[in-house]
């Protein structure tokens, strides 16, 4: 605000006449993120809830064409039974997993967008809202969760078809597992003398 005053005289009067002038802020300015592409890693084990990263946008204008608000969307926000996986505060910029358990063998990555909108109102200021936008990546990183497994490849002669065997092991017959497992190749690679018999047993690890 600008304040004028002026004095004059008139007929032995001293009169006073001040004048107050009051800059109005218009919405001209854009919301600034911090980074146009946000990162976030988190583990797949995390508990629907939980926080995963803080969106943080910048708007030079004062009052409420300077706040702003926050929201998500893309095609990565939505999943099975029309699900939203990820929320975000509009007001704080805080996003949080929803109601939603993560798994890294079904997907390792979501691709996200997040507006900043500030408050800008035609009514009030002639000034419309105005949005910016960046782009956020989740990345799941995996956890030791998955039980070791063997898987038996047998061949049934009479029907000429393979047939597969699962069997979820502990570490401890794990272990024990892996010492009959070179047993056996040992005595199989002494009696053959060749790799053939690697079709007859076909072994797959997880550790957990």
């Known amino acids: 605000m600008y304040t004028i005053e002026q004095e004059f005289i008139e007929k032995n009067h001293l009169f006073t006449i001040q004048l107050s002038i009051v800059i109005l802020d218009v919405n001209d300015h854009i919301p600034q993120f911090e980074t146009e ?6 583990k797949e084990n ?26 998500l969307f893309g095609n990565d926000l939505i999943q ?10 509009k007001n704080t910029g805080e996003i949080y997993l929803c109601d939603y358990t993560l798994d890294y063998e079904t997907k390792r990555k979501y691709e996200i967008i997040v507006e900043a909108k500030d408050y800008g109102d035609i009514e ?6 105005i949005s910016s936008y ?46 009959v497992l070179r047993k056996i ?24």
């Not at 508990?47 to 608000?69: C, E, M, R, V, W």
């Not at 053959?192 to 957990?208: C, G, V």
């Open 37 to 42: 592409h946000f990162y976030f890693n988190i």
């Open 46 to 71: 995390i508990q629907p809830g939980s926080f995963i990263g803080h969106i943080k946008a910048y708007d030079s204008d004062s009052f409420l064409n300077g706040k702003i608000s926050y929201r």
């Open 80 to 89: 099975f039974n029309n699900r939203t996986m990820f929320f975000i505060d």
């Open 124 to 129: 009030t200021t002639i000034w419309p809202s």
């Open 134 to 179: 960046a782009d956020i990546t989740i990345i799941i990183e995996d956890v030791n969760d998955e039980k070791p497994q063997i898987i038996f490849t047998i061949s049934d002669k009479n029907n000429n078809k393979d047939y597969v065997k699962i069997m979820n092991i502990s570490k401890v017959k794990l272990h024990k597992g892996l010492l």
């Open 185 to 208: 190749y040992l005595v199989l690679h002494q009696y053959f003398r060749t790799k053939s018999f690697y079709r007859f047993l076909l072994f797959k690890y997880k550790s957990y």
